[in-house]
């Protein structure tokens, strides 16, 4: 399974700003998927972000409030903007790939809107 | 769309008691299953998976998973769970065929073992 790394580990945040969360794979994987999991909920799939073409975003969810980057196969980006404080939430990366249908996690983003 | 219920929002069990965690999903084409497990301060692991082939899978940490297809269930079980077992456990679904392998997740069940 591949290794996952994402920061910042934990933010607060003011509302209004912006937070840019960073996922690091140890190999290369053509999906990375990102969720959110909110205070006591499960996870929710943000969207589905595949290099070399735009990330596929869920129902609920657009590219102004959540834009993602997926420079190249082992490292993607999502950005939370214009946070308010329902965005506090966990958010993870994860990547899926070849013939398996699993997806390994990465440790998660726990960010805070004050 | 697929959703997945995990009609057990926490159990609390003593250490050697048997486990069964409820798992349904609600989808009429092939289905890939998983269960996976959050320990405290860690992050979500992999704990078995079903694809095809024989309906009883078993993972790691002893415990194992049976799919009842007329059921549309993907109980998770465990004959004798330990302390070191109290986690969240969520199941999960992809839905086949396509080349999408986004995974819907159940609500999650907060398993806590008494020692």
């Known amino acids: 399974s591949a290794v996952i790394s994402q920061k910042p580990s934990r933010d607060i945040c003011q509302r209004g700003t912006s937070l840019t969360i960073q996922c690091q794979v140890d190999?290369?994987?053509?999906?990375m998927f990102w969720y959110r999991q909110q205070p006591g909920q499960s996870l929710t799939l943000i969207a589905t972000?595949?290099?070399?073409?735009?990330?596929?975003?869920e129902s609920g969810f657009v590219i102004d409030k959540f834009p993602i980057s997926r420079p190249n196969l082992t490292f993607s980006t999502l950005t939370v903007s214009n946070m308010s404080p329902e965005d506090s939430s966990i958010y993870l990366c994860?990547?899926?790939?070849?013939?398996?249908?699993?997806?390994?996690f990465g440790p998660g983003t726990r960010l805070t809107v004050t | 769309a697929q959703s997945v219920s995990q009609h057990n929002h926490h159990v609390i069990l003593s250490e050697a008691a048997s486990l069964e965690l409820g798992c349904n999903y609600s989808?009429?084409?092939?289905?890939?299953l998983f269960w996976y497990v959050q320990y405290p301060g860690q992050h979500l692991q992999l704990l078995l998976k079903?694809?095809?082939?024989?309906?009883l899978v078993k993972g790691i940490k002893g415990f194992e998973a049976e799919f009842i297809k007329s059921k549309f269930s993907f109980n998770l079980r465990k004959p004798s769970v330990q302390w070191s077992d109290t986690a969240e456990y969520f199941c999960?679904?992809?839905?086949?065929?396509?080349?999408?392998?986004?995974?819907?997740f159940g609500s999650g069940t907060q398993l806590t073992v008494l020692p």
């Open positions: 994860s990547v899926g790939g070849g013939t398996s249908y699993e997806q390994y």
């Open positions: 190999s290369q994987v053509t999906m």
């Open positions: 972000a595949n290099q070399g073409s735009e990330a596929t975003y």
């Open positions: 989808y009429g084409g092939t289905v890939n």
């Open positions: 079903y694809f095809s082939g024989d309906p």
């Open positions: 999960a679904v992809n839905a086949r065929p396509g080349s999408a392998r986004q995974l819907t």
